[in-house]
């Protein structure tokens, strides 16, 4: 049975995706199709705060981009050199917050400590970081334009400062059509669709409609988390998986359940 995965290819040490593998332990033929870009906003400001560690608390990473959009800071200003000299040992000694394994991944590459990885989603995080000992000084938090104010509410009623930058603005793939309409005249229509984000459900889900026609109604939708699952359940649609966690093995575990595999629960 065919799985669209609807995110971009993020290869692993051995050199494959690794949503695309574990589904293939399952029997599972899984494509993958990229439906969100991302344009980098405010850098030489968020350099800036980066470079003063003394200001902050620690740092919260609720998605890979931002901590790609602290990446290209440390390229773009020539500040790699002051980061592995100094500047990320004085942030190591402050709490790094994150939310997801891949997220976690990232921050690691940067020589950063990640604290709260398995949280799975902001309002875990939130809970994880007011169950901790606060500082006085913020926490800094780089983000997107679609950021949701679950997190920043709740530190706020704990009595937990942040400060919020936004780094990153989410856009549709400009490549979103062509790609489904390609997938769909050689593959047909998907036995399953996985969406990873609430604005990839705004951006794809229309085509992905228009495309099924009729046979939309066959498909089992599956979600990385409750709130790409909600974003689904307000289009009118049933989700038959929300991953228990945002790990390729939950999401893969979770699909394979939904769909009407021999043997399957």
């Given at each position: 049975m065919k799985v669209l995965l609807l995110k971009d290819a993020k290869d692993d040490a051995c050199g494959q995706d690794p949503y695309v593998r574990e589904l293939g332990l399952y029997g599972l033929e899984a494509t993958l199709i990229p439906v969100l870009a991302f344009e980098f906003l405010s850098l030489p400001s968020f350099s800036e705060k980066l470079c003063r560690p003394e200001d902050y608390g620690g740092l919260i990473f609720t998605s890979p981009r931002a901590v790609e959009a602290a990446q290209l800071c440390l390229e773009k200003s020539g500040k790699a050199e002051v980061w592995e000299r100094s500047l990320r040992a004085k942030w190591n000694v402050k709490s790094v917050y994150v939310v997801g394994g891949a997220t976690a991944s990232l921050v690691s590459k940067?020589?950063?400590?990640?604290?709260?990885e398995h949280s799975g989603n902001a309002e875990k995080l939130a809970e994880h970081i007011c169950s901790k000992e606060s500082s006085p000084l913020p926490l800094l938090f780089p983000c997107g334009t679609l950021k949701r104010e679950v997190l920043p509410t709740v530190l706020k009623e704990q009595g937990v400062p942040m400060e919020s930058i936004t780094v990153y603005e989410t856009v549709p793939h400009p490549g979103i059509r062509g790609n489904l309409d390609s997938y769909y005249s050689k593959q047909g229509v998907p036995d399953s669709v996985a969406f990873f984000s609430p604005s990839g459900v705004k951006y794809s889900l229309k085509h992905i409609e228009e495309l099924s026609g009729d046979s939309v109604g066959q498909i089992k939708f599956a979600a990385i988390g409750p709130t790409t699952?909600?974003?689904?359940?307000?289009?009118?649609?049933?989700?038959?998986?929300t991953a228990e966690s945002p790990t390729p093995q939950a999401l893969a575990a979770g699909i394979r359940k939904a769909l009407p595999l021999p043997g399957g629960c």
């Open positions: 940067i020589g950063l400590c990640a604290d709260g699952a909600r974003a689904l359940a307000a289009q009118g649609l049933r989700v038959s998986c």
